[in-house]
């Protein structure tokens, strides 16, 4: 089976000495790295068989599993600073450890989700952390062309909270469910990391079955704890009465009261007032 090579040379642990390693366990039929936003997707649609890896973090996964198509197998090695993806699915987080686990060539068949017609393979959200996506995407990247670190994610979350006073009232409704401050949804467990941790936003969602959602019905400083304690501990989102909890959807509807951000695997998609999630079941070879 042919292997493509898909690098994003500004990715923030992808090196040039890194890139070559890669290759070396992979033996790529071809490399090709990544130009500009969405270029990743239109490779990806380029290629007909065979299977594609990706060196890269978790935006240029995301622009790949938009573009692939039915029957090639991907492979994610961590390239980014956080690399959700690779690490949900038990990859090591040492790039050439994770080549060489890709390159064994076993696979794994999972499902994707989808919100209003874009593909997303771990996360996406309406609301709050959204609103985190874009402020940092606001920091720009560095004169090397990387991301900020966990730690300037951590302030900033911070002053997120203060600006708002922790006090996030229901701005939407999810058909069916109640209405929410915010929305957090999830295709496996954890929904993200915070360095080394993961956060455990939607604990029972697995890439083996439908979407999972969890919403704060309302956010108060006083409810602050609880809340980091359900995300970090994965304990109680079911039973939570300031919680709704959704689990293995097919599809989830939101209207929003206002425009509100949307996120997909930590990619800024702009506001909307209305998103439809759906799952997209067993869709994709990825090999672990």
């Given amino acids: 089976m042919q292997t493509t090579l898909i690098v994003n040379p500004y990715a923030s642990r992808v090196t040039e000495a890194l890139v070559a390693e890669v290759e070396r366990v992979l033996r790529p039929a071809r490399t090709v790295h990544t130009e500009r ?6 490779l990806a649609r380029e290629l007909a068989d065979g299977a594609v890896v990706v060196f890269s973090g ?8 938009n573009g692939l198509r039915p029957g090639i197998a991907a492979g994610f090695v961590p390239g980014g600073g956080t690399s959700v993806l690779p690490r ?9 450890e994770a080549a060489r686990r890709i390159a064994a060539g076993r696979t794994r068949r999972i499902g994707l989700g989808r919100v209003n017609g874009r593909r997303f ?72 990391y915070a360095g080394r941790v993961p956060l455990r936003i939607t604990p029972d969602a697995r890439f083996e079955l ?26 109680g989102h079911a039973r939570a009465r300031d919680l709704l909890y959704g ?25 909307v007032t209305d998103a439809v999630f759906e799952a997209e079941r067993n869709v994709l070879d990825v090999l672990v």
């Fill in 88 to 96: 949900a699915l038990g990859l090591p987080r040492d790039p050439v």
């Fill in 37 to 42: 936003a969405g270029h990743a997707t239109e």
């Fill in 58 to 65: 978790d935006g240029g996964f995301n622009e790949v599993v």
């Fill in 121 to 192: 393979a771990f996360s996406a959200g309406v609301g709050l952390d959204a609103e985190l996506v874009r402020r940092m995407d606001e920091r720009g990247r560095d004169a090397s062309g990387r991301r900020p670190s966990d730690l300037v994610f951590a302030w900033t979350a911070v002053r997120t909270l203060a600006e708002h006073r922790a006090r996030f009232d229901p701005v939407l409704e999810l058909v069916g469910h109640g209405r929410a401050a915010f929305a957090l949804v999830g295709n496996c467990d954890p929904y993200s």
């Fill in 210 to 235: 439908g979407l999972d959602v969890t919403a704060p019905r309302r956010l108060r400083a006083r409810l602050l704890p609880r809340f980091v304690y359900h995300l970090v501990s994965g304990r």
């Fill in 247 to 271: 689990h293995d959807l097919d599809r989830l509807e939101l209207r929003c009261d206002q425009p509100q951000p949307l996120q997909v695997d930590g990619e800024d998609l702009g506001d």
